[in-house]
């Protein structure tokens, strides 16, 4: 494991620790808490052996842990971070008046799950999990692009089927107005040629009712 101790205190109360093997950290711990200010907010590594002390005191409240000194800083740190942040979240105000160790039964639990995350998972490197990210989302677009190029030919196929179907379009719109032109013209014209046999028909029968009236008195 790359992070095998942790605790979080209060000046150099400790209210919680967890350790996942036997050694003389917590010794060592102590002897760290009893150096740093207490007023002072700091981000300070401790070397010991081939192991890395590292510490984080917020508003008076310190998280720290012994890690390998093959795990760097930035795993580490963020490790500390997230329990800061937890622990405050968890218990609030009430760490600035708690007894030594009077979180430890909750909390031991909650350092040793999160010391076997960041020393085992890899997503626990956001750095390293953001860069996975960008290099997926980086190789989707890499493949798409891909994809549209060995769409070319059919894209302009596309592009030359839609100029057609508009050209068409087209035509087909010019000769409909024409089509409906002769077709009013041709409407207009049987109309004038009924009204014309209409009137003739009239004539015809009025001269038939004239001749029908004047018969007798011709006699």
């Not at 930035?74 to 500390?80: E, Q």
């Not at 014309?196 to 007798?216: E, R, S």
Request: proline residues 3%; positive net charge; charged residues 25%.
């Amino acid at each position: 494991m790359a992070i095998l101790y942790a605790l979080v205190a209060r000046g150099s109360v400790v209210l919680a620790e967890f350790s996942a093997t036997p050694t003389t950290a917590n010794a060592i711990a102590r002897q760290i808490l009893e150096k740093i200010p207490g007023n002072v907010d700091s981000h300070v590594s401790y070397s010991q052996d081939r192991y890395i002390f590292h510490v984080k005191r917020t508003d008076g409240l310190t998280v720290l842990c012994m890690a390998d000194d093959t795990a760097g800083r930035r795993i580490p740190f963020a490790f500390l971070e997230d329990i800061h942040s937890r622990f405050v979240k968890t218990y609030g105000r009430a760490v600035h008046s708690a007894l030594p160790y009077a979180m430890n039964d909750e909390f031991s639990r909650v350092l040793s799950q999160q010391m076997d995350y960041y020393s085992n998972d890899p997503n626990a490197d956001r750095i390293n999990r953001m860069r996975g990210e960008m290099n997926q989302v980086r190789n989707v677009m890499i493949e798409n692009i891909d994809k549209v190029l060995d769409r070319g030919d059919r894209l302009e196929l596309l592009v030359d089927k839609t100029a057609n179907m508009q050209g068409n379009t087209f035509r087909f719109r010019r000769q409909a107005r024409r089509f409906r032109s002769s077709v009013w013209w041709r409407n207009v014209k049987l109309t004038v040629a009924l009204i014309v046999l209409l009137i003739i028909i009239i004539y015809i029968v009025l001269i038939f009712v004239c001749h029908g009236f004047t018969l007798p008195s011709c006699r």
